[in-house]
């Protein structure tokens, strides 16, 4: 087991506290620790990215989730003022809804590996998600659906200053 | 135990069930907002690692668009939802039951 096998599981074990944090923090139900866990979610999510030598994407994530998505989430709930949410009890038809469908899910997920073939034990991949080689993609075979997903971001831009004027009509 | 697709698959899986998880269970409208942003999360990094361990590069171009979507996504969800607060005074789906503003 070489050191880039333990940092795996740092990382991943790292993902998977902090993703529970988010979702069932037993200290607080205060939606601004959600978001911070959800931060370092990302951020350990982002390390096993380079691990995968997705160099750009690990990159892209850090900056696009953990910055401008997560201050857009402050941002919302600083905005919001919500006070009275901690004081909400979990239904219990709820929780148990919760746990059969995600114990439903993960038997399926775990089912499903199983049946896979074992991975053969291939050479090491030499695939390097590099900017190069993944701006090479982009402007060449994907150059029509990037220009599509401008035109989306000019949209949702759009769309959001009007949903947010003050008198919706 | 050399690391390989299938532990990168099992952290995935874990990943969405928690999310799936938080969808189900908070009613804040803003958690379980973040609860979304998790399950995709979860398949962004299935789809690295199928990319990775299958030395192809499409993969992650599907993720790097995944993500651009994920933010518009974001931007306008977060909108709505100040919008509805705006009109309910509330950001709790328990709240939120009729369709009529």
Not at chain 1, 16 to 45: E, H, K, Q
Not at chain 1, 88 to 112: D, E, H, M, N, P
Request: overall charge positive; glycine content about 6%; hydrophobic content about 60%.
């Amino acid at each position: 087991m070489g050191p880039p096998d333990i940092l795996f599981y740092v990382f991943a074990i790292a993902t998977l506290v902090f993703g529970a944090l988010v979702v069932a923090n037993p200290f607080s139900r205060n939606p601004v620790t959600s978001a911070m866990f959800l931060v370092l979610t990302i951020i350990s999510m982002a390390g096993l990215f380079v691990l995968l030598h997705a160099f750009f994407l690990a990159a892209v994530q850090v900056v696009v989730y953990a910055g401008a998505v997560m201050v857009l989430f402050l941002f919302v709930i600083m905005l919001l003022d919500l006070k009275e949410e901690d004081q909400r009890k979990i239904k219990k038809t709820g929780l148990v809804a919760g746990l059969v469908s995600v114990g439903a899910i993960v038997a399926i997920f775990i089912r499903s590996l199983l049946a896979s073939a074992p991975s053969r034990d291939l050479a090491a991949p030499q695939l390097e998600g590099s900017t190069f080689a993944l701006g090479k993609l982009l402007f060449t075979d994907y150059l029509l659906p990037f220009e599509i997903v401008s035109i989306l971001l000019l949209v949702a831009m759009v769309g959001v200053i009007l949903l947010s004027k003050k008198d919706l009509k | 135990m050399n690391v390989g697709l299938e532990h990168y698959l099992v952290v995935s899986a874990l990943l969405f069930a928690l999310g799936l998880f938080g969808v189900i269970t908070r009613r804040n409208l803003l958690v379980l907002y973040m609860s979304l942003e998790l399950m995709l999360n979860s398949a962004n990094l299935a789809l690295v690692s199928f990319s990775r361990f299958n030395d192809n590069l499409n993969g992650q171009v599907m993720v790097f668009f995944i993500i651009t979507v994920a933010a518009a996504e974001v931007a306008v969800g977060l909108a709505l939802i100040v919008a509805l607060y705006r009109k309910r005074r509330s950001a709790h789906v328990e709240d939120l039951t009729s369709m009529k503003l």
